[in-house]
């Protein structure tokens, strides 16, 4: 269960940054939590329990906000909830015991902020009184393997607003992770809806009821309109249920399933509404989009400049500097007043200002199934028709792409929606090309090849001083087996980079070093590649030779040794691994390097392809270098 949840439960290492800045608007309560344990004895959980296993059946555990009253000083802090991950992790399985993750990752927040845990209360106060009164009930579905403190700062709002709000782990079946499989999504489904149907407490109006899905757990939260009957109104926080066709080959086989065994449609009379971010229309590698069909009221929204974890505080560095999380918080308290307390439709007001586009769903584009695509076939050679191992063949402005095997061939798929566009082949080494999709086929048609010509560049003369060299590591040295970044195997020429700082005087590069965490491959070949830094992200590739390190099937500590290269740099550079090679035998392939909270990881999907931010976890790289 822990493995895919480390990578989204960096969230709780950024709660004291909410707690800091101010996300409240109006409130009429104080915010209780709240803890409630279930057992559904009509779901099987562990196939392999005897009967008296707390696992025999499924357990349901369910994060209640609410509106209370009391004190201040009884306000829960940091500890709580890092102690509270720790005991879920262990007791949704029992292979794997995960004692020492809730110290590991306070030492790793300490040590990144300088802050004392315990002095950084959140707005939750534990088992506060109820406030008097009957209130509208808003179930929420977290993100795919995530847990209620995803968006704590969005549940204590809505407490404090007057709503009675549950929280339902993104739990799938046994041993407890979440998958893109229809069966996992149904049981996340199922427990919101046992969860409901067992609250035992006067405060809640289930008569009233509003659900919020993120990311996954939208999808999930379809499934569960069907389930409830009482639904009035449903905000999809940049949801799974609307799906992108062609990113991945078996999510989109398991979202068909989905379909098929499912019910994506909506009840009449639950309004619907979607907020998406500003990135998944552009993708230039979608060839079709489905959209879930809605026989009631409907709005639509691409939020300018919003990035998927805008919708929560994962992976978001600092709160307190982002515009849009507290636009999205606002969102949803005027959505579920303005649908659920009848009040005055500021949601619509508000969504005018934010929105990039405004469109209805009725009319959902399912192309599933008609989008055409094309293979692509080519090889590389240099000037004397010799092959150019691992050259890297790519979109401009897409995510498609490849790497030549060691003959200089090279193949993949695109959409034929990209047929217009441009190539660039690319050799660490020599000169680059732009090509037009249909000049390669033409080249192909005549059996020729992409001649890529020798770009010679003179190396800086190393100048070391002859006193005792002094030495430094630039980086982060985490060897952490709970925090840790998943390299995307998806395509050839996939990425992952950190960007480091070496400081204003140039200094000469002694080695490369990372940790791998958790490793299912048999082998994998890395190509170490060091980027200049533009506007925030990887530009130019410094490195005039590659530089290729193998992996076994081991997890543990790697080095590449960079005293050959003589690599001469100063200021801020990004420093990557990219797939060029490898396989498995493992059915889940995967590899992760350990991580650092608090930083931040860059990964592209293909060769050529977008360089991508994604905060809250960075992968724990790091150089040795000699100052001169």
């Not at 509208?136 to 549940?155: D, K, Q, R, T």
């Not at 082998?523 to 590649?529: A, E, G, I, V």
Request: charged share 20%.
């Amino acid at each position: 269960m822990l493995q895919t949840y480390c990578r989204i439960f960096v969230s709780l290492a950024c709660l004291w940054l909410y707690c800091r800045s101010s996300f409240a608007q109006r409130a009429d309560y104080a915010a209780g939590y709240r803890e409630l344990h279930y057992t559904d004895s009509a779901r099987r959980y562990q196939a392999s329990a005897t009967a008296s296993s707390m696992l025999y059946y499924r357990p349901v555990q369910v994060d209640v906000w609410y509106p209370a009253i009391g004190p201040d000083h009884a306000r829960l802090d940091y500890r709580h909830f890092l102690s509270l991950f720790e005991r879920r992790a262990n007791e949704y399985q029992t292979e794997t015991r995960y004692d020492s993750i809730a110290t590991e990752m306070l030492g790793q927040f300490t040590m990144t902020t300088g802050a004392t845990p315990g002095a950084l209360p959140t707005q939750s106060l534990l088992n506060a009184q109820p406030a008097a009164g009957k209130f509208p009930v808003i179930v929420y579905l977290c993100a795919y393997n995530g847990m209620s403190y995803e968006n704590v700062a969005l549940f204590e709002q809505l407490a404090r607003a007057g709503y009675y709000v549950l929280s339902i782990s993104s739990v799938g079946r046994y041993p407890g992770n979440m998958s893109t499989r229809y069966e996992d999504a149904l049981e996340q489904a199922r427990d919101a809806a046992f969860a409901v149907r067992h609250i035992n407490t006067a405060l809640a109006d289930t008569s009233r009821i509003g659900i919020i899905g993120y990311s996954y757990g939208s999808l999930a939260a379809v499934l569960l309109t069907h389930q409830l009957q009482s639904v009035r109104c449903f905000l999809s926080l940049d949801g799974s249920e609307k799906h992108y066709y062609g990113r991945d080959r078996q999510e989109d086989l398991d979202f068909n399933d989905c379909r098929t065994k499912g019910n994506l449609t909506f009840r009449p009379g639950c309004t619907y509404a979607y907020l998406e971010s500003d990135h998944k229309a552009r993708d230039g590698k979608t060839d079709s989009v489905y959209t879930p069909m809605v026989t009631s009221r409907q709005y639509y929204s691409r939020l300018a400049n919003a990035a998927h974890e805008d919708f929560s505080h994962i992976s978001v560095l600092s709160i307190a500097s982002s515009k849009m999380y507290p636009q999205v918080i606002k969102l949803a308290q005027n959505y579920a007043d303005q649908l659920l307390k009848d009040k005055p439709q500021q949601f619509e007001q508000q969504l005018q200002r934010l929105t990039i586009s405004k469109v209805a769903l009725a009319q959902p584009e399912n192309t599933v199934g008609a989008a055409v695509t094309l293979q692509l076939a080519g090889k590389i050679t240099d000037q004397n028709h010799q092959p150019i191992a691992y050259a890297s063949v790519g979109m401009l402005d897409a995510d498609a792409g490849t790497i030549s095997n060691a003959d200089g061939g090279f193949l993949f798929i695109l959409p034929d929606s990209l047929k217009h566009k441009t190539l660039r082949v690319s050799a660490i080494g020599y000169q680059s090309v732009l090509l037009p999709v249909s000049k390669l086929q033409t080249i192909n048609t005549q059996k020729g090849s992409i001649v890529l010509l020798k770009d010679v560049q003179e190396l800086p003369a190393v100048t070391v001083s002859a006193s005792q060299p002094q030495y430094k590591t630039v980086g982060n040295t985490s060897r952490s087996k709970f925090f840790s970044v998943g390299f995307p195997f998806t395509d050839l020429g996939s990425e992952v980079g950190v960007i480091l700082s070496l400081g204003k005087q140039k200094v000469l590069l002694q080695s490369f070093n990372c940790h791998i965490s958790y490793n299912r491959m048999d082998s994998c070949t890395f190509r170490l590649n060091i980027y200049s830094v533009k506007n925030g992200l990887p530009d130019a590739n410094l490195l005039t030779q590659n530089i290729i390190a193998r992996i076994g099937s081991k997890p543990g500590s790697y080095t590449i040794n960079l005293q050959p290269y003589h690599l001469l740099l100063n200021g801020d550079v990004c420093v990557a691994l990219e797939w060029i090679d490898g396989m498995a035998t493992a059915k889940n392939s995967a590899l992760f390097f350990s991580g650092a909270l608090l930083s931040s990881s860059y990964h592209r999907k293909t060769a050529q392809g977008r360089w991508t931010k994604l905060k809250g976890v960075g992968a724990a790289f790091h150089l040795k270098v000699q100052k001169l």
